[in-house]
């Protein structure tokens, strides 16, 4: 067994150890190369289940969480999916081989325009990445099938909430600091929202404003 096939089934076999099962989810991260998104100092890191800094003073989530948060979402390949929080693009890239649509939002201009690069070497043209308020979400897009946001808030942002269709999932960690976050999983019913916590998380928190950079 080569190197590079060795270290996909170890890192297979993470993810299924952490609970993501979901067949669907399991083969977009197995196609998706965690390496193209880590550069620098932790490229030889990219493989392990763990966070690693990226640039911008921002992170790339553990792949097992990555795993975790897509598979709650429930995506199908009809959906448009709105995530919040770029980072390096990892998360979109993932969420691009299950969805029709994935529009992406990052208050850093840099990690935008490096994502892009990404998704643009990897053949992802089904994404569309925009520096902006994530907290407001892209109203002029909305509604959306799923939302996804990777950084906590204290409560699920009402312009989100709002920007869910009817039968939509949002997955975010929401939490008062950076040591007590929850991931949980919002259903909108026609009589409101449904709310699910999934388990402890740590994000970086959630920024309102464009960033300067």
């Known amino acids: ?3 590079t096939a060795e270290r996909k089934m170890r890192f ?4 299924r ?4 099962t979901d067949a669907r989810v399991l083969t977009a991260m197995e196609k998706i190369d965690r390496g193209a998104f880590v550069t620098g100092l932790f ?14 003073g921002q992170t790339i989530s553990q792949p097992s969480v990555v795993g975790l948060m897509t598979q709650a ?3 199908g390949p009809r959906d448009k999916v709105l995530e919040v929080g770029t980072g390096s693009g990892y998360q979109a890239a993932i969420l691009s081989l299950l969805a029709r649509r994935v529009y992406t939002i990052d208050r850093h201009r840099r990690l935008v325009r490096e994502a892009e690069g990404v998704f643009g070497r990897l053949g992802l043209t ?5 520096a902006g308020d994530g907290s407001h979400g892209l ?6 099938d799923r939302i996804i946001v990777t950084a906590a808030a204290e409560d699920p942002p009402g312009p989100l909430l709002a920007q869910l269709r009817e039968g939509g999932i949002m997955v975010l960690p929401v939490g008062q600091s950076d040591t007590v976050q929850s991931l949980i999983k919002v259903t909108r019913r ?3 929202y449904d709310y699910d916590e999934l388990r402890p998380v740590r994000f970086v928190p959630l920024v309102e404003g464009l960033a300067q950079d």
């Open 190 to 192: 026609s009589h409101g």
């Open 12 to 15: 297979l076999y993470a993810l």
């Open 1 to 3: 067994m080569t190197d």
């Open 73 to 75: 979402l429930e995506v």
């Open 43 to 56: 490229a030889d890191r990219a493989y392990e289940d763990m966070p690693l800094p990226i640039a911008c």
């Open 17 to 20: 150890s952490k609970g993501v």
């Open 139 to 144: 109203p002029d897009q909305a509604p959306f």
């Open 126 to 130: 089904n994404i569309t990445a925009i």
